[in-house]
């Protein structure tokens, strides 16, 4: 493995280093070494050396501790129906990305093509509502996990990734685009979608309308920041604009430590993950409920057919990346 790969791997293990690291992220590029399969002391002094309280001997001062607690559980991913990974652990050639001509290793993360070792080889999900996200310019494209989501999904366009202060332009309908965000009020995904099926089957002047019910989420915004770089987004007129949705509180597996942010606080490809489930599960129980009842009324609801299925890891796979790059610090680091 080269310097550079460890340099991206350290990104993706640690939120704090220097600001002028930060600004050379795509420079590294450029500079690999010769590959060693040890740790180069002299070259983690160079990164870490001139930070207090960051040792040598302690790689882990500034991972996740929840991270740290599910690596002594095992594989925290077992229950995961995740393709295996293994094939990116025998890429050892970067390639020359053939628009922004930088050296990557599984992908360019800045134009989002994957290295032609992976073409055909990696599993491809498609999504059954379109994703946005807003991307804080100072959340480096390297360790952000909002790319896994780019990578991993088709056709193509139904996830986009913006750099604020750029936006879409073509949110046309503010009804069906949401917001997640934990904002005070929020409804989770499970209430917004029950309260919205419920009054469109009670409501007696809504009741001939039913059989046009249609799924109300078209798009869904998500902010990609650390915790204390939201603010600035969330002062935007348009993003203040939107309804805002939450899921249920989950504990997240991200390595990468941030100061004062909740352990509920996930991870952007753990928020989207979480999100596709928990909508899709509820709209399963609402298919199966409406149908058990069905000879009592002539509803009908308009779904997705993909929602007439149980969940059974249809989105599993949009780990695949979060779940390699887990395993592979856990091993790096002996955890």
Not at 283 to 301: I, Q, R, V
Request: charged content about 25%; aromatic content about 12%; glycine content about 2%.
């Amino acid at each position: 493995m080269t310097t550079d790969d460890f340099y991206q791997d350290f990104l993706n293990s640690f939120s704090e280093f220097d600001a002028d690291f930060k600004n050379n992220d795509d420079n590294c590029d450029e500079s690999s070494s010769s590959s060693s399969n040890k740790i180069d002391n002299d070259w983690i002094d160079k990164f870490f050396g001139r930070r207090p309280g960051v040792l040598r001997k302690d790689f882990t001062i500034h991972l996740e501790q929840k991270f740290l607690e599910h690596c002594k559980d095992g594989d925290p991913f077992d229950e995961f129906k995740i393709a295996d990974c293994s094939i990116l652990d025998r890429i050892s050639d970067r390639f020359i990305c053939e628009k922004c001509h930088h050296s990557r290793l599984y992908y360019c993360y800045t134009c989002f093509i994957i290295s032609p070792e992976l073409i055909g080889k990696i599993p491809m999900i498609r999504l059954p509502i379109k994703i946005d996200i807003i991307k804080h310019p100072q959340e480096l494209n390297g360790k952000s996990t909002s790319t896994h989501a780019m990578i991993l999904t088709t056709p193509p366009k139904d996830v986009r990734i913006f750099t604020y202060p750029d936006m879409p332009n073509d949110w046309h309908d503010l009804n069906k685009i949401f917001l997640l965000f934990p904002k005070p009020g929020s409804q989770t995904v499970q209430e917004f979608l029950q309260n919205y099926y419920h009054h469109h089957h009670n409501d007696d002047e809504q009741q001939q309308h039913c059989l046009s019910a249609e799924f109300p989420i078209e798009r869904i915004v998500v902010i990609d920041s650390t915790w204390q770089q939201t603010k600035k987004i969330l002062r935007n007129v348009r993003i203040q604009q939107l309804k805002t949705l939450i899921i249920d509180s989950k504990q997240t597996m991200f390595w990468r430590y941030q100061r004062g942010r909740p352990m509920n606080h996930l991870s952007t490809i753990e928020a989207i993950y979480y999100l596709l489930i928990q909508i899709h599960m509820t709209m399963f129980d609402l298919f199966n409920n409406h149908h058990d009842h069905d000879h009592h009324d002539h509803c009908h609801m308009n779904v997705n057919e993909t929602f007439t299925t149980e969940y059974n890891g249809q989105y599993d796979n949009l780990l695949f990346f979060f779940k390699h790059t887990f395993n592979l610090i856990k091993n790096r680091y002996h955890l």
